[in-house]
């Protein structure tokens, strides 16, 4: 769901989401 207007909390969440992805990767 991608709100009208920015969103800091969902920006926030993306944000730790790509970094948690990016750690995972790493790790392998």
């Not at 800091?8 to 989401?17: D, E, F, G």
Request: hydrophobic share 20%; glycine share 0%; net charge positive.
């Amino acid at each position: 769901e991608i709100p009208s207007k920015p969103n800091p909390s969902v920006t926030y969440t993306s944000t730790k989401t790509e970094e948690s992805f990016a750690s995972a990767l790493r790790k392998k």
